[in-house]
């Protein structure tokens, strides 16, 4: 198999993980439990985890808040140390490099998460771009990354983290914290609908960590879980995956996503664009499946002969127990209520759009 | 894994039970769930469509992805079951009773396996 190995291989193939290639690395796709256990487990309990496939990027120095207000369509001027923030981050012409998460340690000095398939394009772009006095440093070997999500995640952690080290509100991270006693960052952030940590800590130490949470959860039902729940549970709490609902065609806006788009803020990258082409002339919709099968992403939409869309991504959602798919639509078809047709290998199944989220806890 | 001796099977891991030499009934093998994982849904023919040897006449969804079933014999769907569409998980957690359909009329079959000769192609690894 192609790819990198994360520093938990070993820990999922001891857990009889299915491995894939993903991203470029390898990582377990299920374990012998199955995608809907591992996704029930998520919802109704808790899961582990291994992102470590995630790319980090430190960017620090006397000008490391203005070069992320101009590579990133949020706006980074006024944030306390400790939080998190969500943004898209833009081409020229307004078409999407990627979406991340910047995390503040102190003033000038910021954690960056990116996604594993566009880390190097990312760092590529990001240094292309810099000025002035800033340093951005590629620091993704050096991390293993874990997360643990669920309703009982916070329960979990509590008999292995001090309660100063367990950050309170979400999108906030505690940048010294200790799991046990690994050194880590703790992160309350995730990709699943629920409430949840993502730890951010030395590779070597990935190991220890994954037994440790493991053994920790066992009373609350904690299991690993493989890349399948992590894409069912993002899908049925409607978040975007870079690839599907954004893309360098896909605008922030068009993908639902213009609140992270802050154009008054003075100057970003792609903004001019962004500005200039107003209302996308598509838009990102949910369907909920109202004829029988299951739709899938790449799947053209249509409303009695009329292309109104493709879809992005689809799948059976085990917790709502339907199949739903997120799609571009044309945006005069409305965003609830519209009976549309999906043609699934040559076969048209009836669904109609729904608000998102799908899901949310 | 389990592979009844009473049933026949196919190289694309259907398993067959002949009831005489004209009928029989058609389903995935335990293999078969276990490499496509959960199982949600079950698209299915009707009752009176042709089946031809080496084609599909159905697929499988699981929440990663699409799967034809082939059929292993040429012949006509006399009764299709129903069931599967309301629990496809059946196809996971009883492979063997989840039939697909029952076909009739059986013109055709491909080359079938023995439980045996069908254990050892699974151990090839193929």
Known sequence: MEGKKTPLYEEHVKCGGKMVEFGGYILPVQYQTGVIKEHMAVRTACGLFDVSHMGEILVQGPDATANLNHLLTNDYTVMK?????????????????????VYKVRDNDYFVVVNAAN?????????????????????????????????????????LAKEEDIPKGYYSAVFEGKVGDIPCIISRTGYTGEDGFEFYLNAEDAPAMWNLLLEAGKDEGLIPCGLGARDTLRLEASMPLYGHELSAEISPAAAGLGHFVKTAKQEFIGKD????????????????????????????????????????????????????????????IPAEGAQVEAVVRGRRVAAETVKLPFYHR | MNFPKELKYTKTHEWIRFEDDNTAYIGITD????????????????????LT????????????????????????????????????????????DAWFVKAAEITETEDLMTAEEYEAFIAEGR
Not at chain 1, 83 to 101: F, H, Q
Not at chain 1, 131 to 156: C, H, T, W
């Open chain 1, 81 to 101: 140390d400790g939080k998190a923030r969500y943004s898209p981050m833009c081409y020229e012409d307004g078409g999407t490099v990627d979406d991340l998460i």
């Open chain 1, 119 to 159: 880390k190097d394009k990312d760092f590529a772009w990001m240094t292309g771009h810099r000025f002035g006095n800033v340093s951005m440093n590629d620091v993704s070997d050096r991390y293993g990354q874990i997360a643990l999500q669920g309703p009982k995640a916070e329960e979990v952690l509590k008999k």
């Open chain 1, 273 to 332: 664009a962004i500005i200039a082409a107003g209302e996308p002339a598509r838009r990102r919709v949910g369907l909920k499946v109202t004829g029988k099968g299951i739709i899938r992403e790449h799947q053209e939409v249509m409303i009695g002969d009329r292309l109104v869309g493709m879809t992005t991504s689809g799948t059976h959602c085990p917790y709502l127990g339907y199949p739903v798919a997120m799609a571009m639509l044309d945006a005069d």
């Open chain 2, 31 to 50: 293999y078969a769930q276990d490499q496509l994982g959960d199982l949600v849904f079950a698209n299915l023919p009707e009752e009176g469509d042709e």
């Open chain 2, 53 to 96: 040897a080496g084609e599909a006449f159905a697929d499988v969804e699981s929440v990663k992805a699409v799967s034809d079933v082939l059929s292993p014999v040429s012949g006509t769907v006399s009764e299709v079951n129903e069931e599967l569409a309301d629990e496809p998980q059946k196809m996971n957690e009883a492979p063997y």
